[in-house]
């Protein structure tokens, strides 16, 4: 199960996502310079025919993606931007993946840092955490909407390899090189995921106490409002009965 599965479930449930749209837009403009380095042509290249489906699926306008794409292949000015991953440990000693793309590597890692020591947490060297990570395709479907069977039947010959049950919702796990196909056969197939996504999938989960799991949640919080930040990646098991608070 993703880490923060539960947690971005709920965010995706109250619309705070919709709240701050226009942060959302630059960090997928984001995504998109950086996938459109490999090449401007959505037909040819992969990474930005994801880059310009989550776009799109965010309703970023048009004319946003198109700037961003030419950004990426050098027509226009404002490319210039890095990926970088960070890892550290969050409360509870919680490990924490941080992806991000900016143009100022100095300036991003010292907000990072500070996010994490204020929330109790801790900068951590390269390859401290990632080990505990396996990157995967990921797509979530509305479990109301479409059964494991059906998700399974679709999924597995695409190269799919395993449906996990989550609350309201059910996730379809592959390998990232077969994560373009397996999309496609549910596209064919007129099965519309909630969330497609590249990410970085715990091996094991660490069951936190309720007064951490609420301070890591703010951390997960202020990190996700940083414009540098692209997605945080936790092996938290957030309990049940604060999820349920947070739905109420």
Not at 52 to 67: E, F, G, L, Q, Y
Not at 73 to 82: N, V
Not at 130 to 141: E, I, L, P, S
Not at 220 to 230: C, G, T
Request: proline residues 2%; aromatic residues 6%; glycine residues 10%.
């Amino acid at each position: 199960m993703a880490g923060h599965s539960k947690w971005a479930n709920i965010q995706h449930r109250k619309g705070r996502q919709d709240a701050k749209r226009g942060k959302i837009f630059t960090k997928m403009a984001k995504d998109i310079i950086i996938a459109a380095k490999g090449g401007g042509d959505i037909a040819m290249n992969a990474s930005l025919r994801l880059a310009v489906s989550k776009a799109k699926a965010v309703n970023m306008p048009n004319d946003k993606i198109d700037t961003a794409i030419k950004k990426g292949t050098g027509e226009l000015a404002g490319g210039d931007i890095s990926e970088i991953m960070y890892e550290g440990y969050g409360p509870g000693g919680v490990a924490i993946l941080i992806e991000a793309a900016t143009d100022n590597k100095n300036r991003t890692v010292a907000e990072v840092r500070y996010a994490l020591s204020k929330s109790g947490g801790s900068m951590g060297e390269a390859g401290c955490v990632a080990w505990m990570f396996d990157k995967r395709g990921v797509m979530v479907f509305d479990s109301e909407k479409y059964t494991e069977d059906q998700l399974l039947e679709i999924g597995l010959d695409a190269g799919a390899e395993d449906v996990i049950a989550e609350e309201g919702s059910l996730e379809v796990h592959c390998a990232p090189e077969d994560f373009t196909t397996v999309q496609k056969a549910f596209e064919t197939a007129e099965c519309v995921a909630v969330r497609s996504e590249l990410a970085y999938v715990p091996k094991n989960l660490v069951e936190v106490d309720v007064s951490n799991a609420k301070k890591l949640m703010n951390l997960m919080e202020k990190l996700e409002d940083n414009d540098d930040v692209q997605s945080v990646h936790v092996n938290a098991d957030f309990p049940d009965e604060l999820m349920a608070e947070m739905e109420g």
